[in-house]
């Protein structure tokens, strides 16, 4: 008896349950989804406001707002239709003649601009003057979705703005201490911090020397330089009767530079960095070179004494692959390859692979004469098709055109090898370099390794305009004998 009591009361729940669901769904069917959109809006007036009247615009808070606009809904006459606004906005007293129109759509009661949306539309509109107010003009037109119901037109309010000129937005690092020395054309470009307005940011190796920032590629003003306030301060230099003082650098090495044109701020600084390369010997292996894929005798690639992080190889080049090994003998040791299998030659992407293993390779498609830099502390590779130059000089104090780079010494090509040139004659003590042209001392260069480097060393070094500013020393008068190899960046110095 107890069981069939239990039973009939778990029926009677389930019953209770079913009910309650099936009122639920009839609750639910019943209800209409309204559209407020196309709601009867009463005669309610058309009117707009904005949250500040008068403004003074300024770069550091651009991404915040700095006028809010608000509007009623206006009436759409009882006619339960949507209304479409459009907002308005232009110079006081011109009747909106040439105005700055947004069409918003329905069930749209406010608009926002920030700072630097609202001083770009002034200035690039308008034209506002920056620095001076200027009086803008909002209103907001209603048009009801409706046939027979004409556009209704908000009265205006008047707002006071004062515009800025915005700091540039690209800075360029240019200087003997810079990567591409003093070629305005060939700048650093630093990079723009997101987050903070007017900041900028560097990353990358100084040499001993000065540097300075322009704007423009080509164009040596405007530009920021050192102030003489303070050493973390920038001065805006804007025609070359100001001040040049630039910022200098005592020591090479890798340095991060931060700059805010709002603030006129700068801060140099070194971060921490190894202070010896990972290795002291590096090869190559593959096809596309002379010892072809044979990983007991790869060819070495060569250390820049200058940088010991840097590697390099020069060679004439077959069409074929090559990957960069660690050691010799042993296909199972680690390798620095490209990102990802036969990437374009100006991918610099690099990467250490410990074992080898995804096979990624370089590939060259077209034979010829390269040279390859591979850079262990940034972990970039550069590889570049090699071009010879038609004509080299000397120049210097040792030899008989002095330091005369309208006119330096020339060098004599090599009729049956084009990398070869060879310079013959008397030399004094004193210094010399090898420019790739004439009247210009931003040119590229043949130096050596180091300053000064000792003239038995057979090693010379490409240096793009000249910086650092390496110089063989003859400290021995009498007649010598220079042959360089510009492929191979080698060169031979004798006395005869």
């Given amino acids: 008896m107890q069981g069939i009591k239990n039973k009939l009361k778990k029926t009677m729940k389930n019953i209770y349950y079913i ?17 407020y959109a196309e709601l009867n809006k009463g005669n309610t007036p058309l009117a707009i406001t904005a949250s500040v009247n008068t403004i003074i615009l ?9 006028v809010v606009l608000n509007w009623t809904t206006g009436s759409n006459k009882g006619t339960n239709a949507a209304i479409r606004y459009v907002l308005q906005l232009a110079k006081q007293g011109t009747n909106f003649a040439n105005p700055v129109a947004e069409d918003l759509g329905p069930a749209v009661y406010n608009r926002k601009y920030t700072v630097s949306a609202l001083n770009d539309s002034l200035r690039n509109h308008f034209k506002a003057a920056p620095g001076t107010e ?14 027979g119901v004409g556009a209704e037109t908000s009265p205006v309010v008047v707002i006071k703005i004062t515009p800025y000129l915005p700091v540039s937005a690209t800075l360029y690092l240019i200087g003997d201490a810079a990567p591409n020395g003093w070629d305005n054309t060939k700048a650093t470009a630093l990079t723009p911090i ?14 001993i020397g000065d540097f300075k920032f322009i704007t423009t590629l080509g164009q040596w003003v405007p530009s920021y330089n050192k102030s003489t306030a303070a050493a973390d301060s920038l001065f805006y230099r804007l025609d070359f009767s100001q001040p040049d003082d630039k910022f200098h650098i005592s020591t090479m090495g890798v340095y991060t530079l931060k700059v805010n044109l709002l603030s006129m701020k700068i801060t140099i600084s070194q971060p921490t960095q190894p202070t010896t390369p990972p290795y002291t010997r590096l ?12 990983i007991s005798n790869p ?29 010799t003998g042993n296909w199972g040791g680690d390798f620095y390859m490209p990102l990802v299998n036969h990437p374009a030659i100006t991918a610099t992407g690099v990467q250490l692979v410990p074992g080898g293993s995804p096979d990624n390779k370089w590939q060259i498609t077209t034979a010829g004469a390269y040279k390859i830099k591979l850079d262990l502390l940034n972990m970039k590779i550069n590889i570049q098709p090699f071009t010879p ?53 931003g040119c590229d260069y043949f130096m050596p390794m180091v300053n000064h480097q000792d003239i038995s060393s057979p090693l010379a070094k490409f240096t793009p305009a000249g910086n650092p500013d390496n110089k ?17 960046e080698t060169i031979d110095i004798v006395k005869l």
Avoid: H
């Fill in 19 to 35: 009910a309650t669901c099936l009122i639920c769904i009839l609750a639910l069917a019943g209800c209409k989804k309204e559209n």
């Fill in 58 to 66: 300024n770069e550091k808070d651009r991404d915040k707002d700095a």
């Fill in 134 to 147: 200027f009086i803008l003009e909002a209103r907001v037109v209603a048009q009801t979705q409706a046939e």
């Fill in 194 to 207: 997101a987050t903070e307005p007017g900041g900028f940011t560097w990353t990358g190796q100084l040499s």
């Fill in 283 to 294: 090869w190559i292996v593959g096809d596309a070179t002379p010892n072809g894929w044979n």
């Fill in 299 to 327: 060819n070495e690639m060569r250390v820049d004494s200058g940088n010991r992080f840097v590697f390099t190889y020069n060679e004439l080049l077959a069409a074929g692959e090559f990957k960069i090994p660690t050691a």
């Fill in 389 to 441: 130059y038609t004509q080299l000089w000397l120049v210097g104090d040792a030899t008989p055109a002095g330091w005369n780079i309208t006119s330096p010494a020339p060098m004599t090509a090599d009729p049956a090898n084009p990398y070869l040139f060879t310079w013959q004659g008397a030399m004094t003590a004193g210094e010399f370099k090898i420019p790739t042209k004439t009247g210009d001392w």
């Fill in 472 to 488: 063989w020393l003859i400290t021995i008068p009498g007649n010598y004998k220079i042959t360089i190899n510009q492929l191979k």
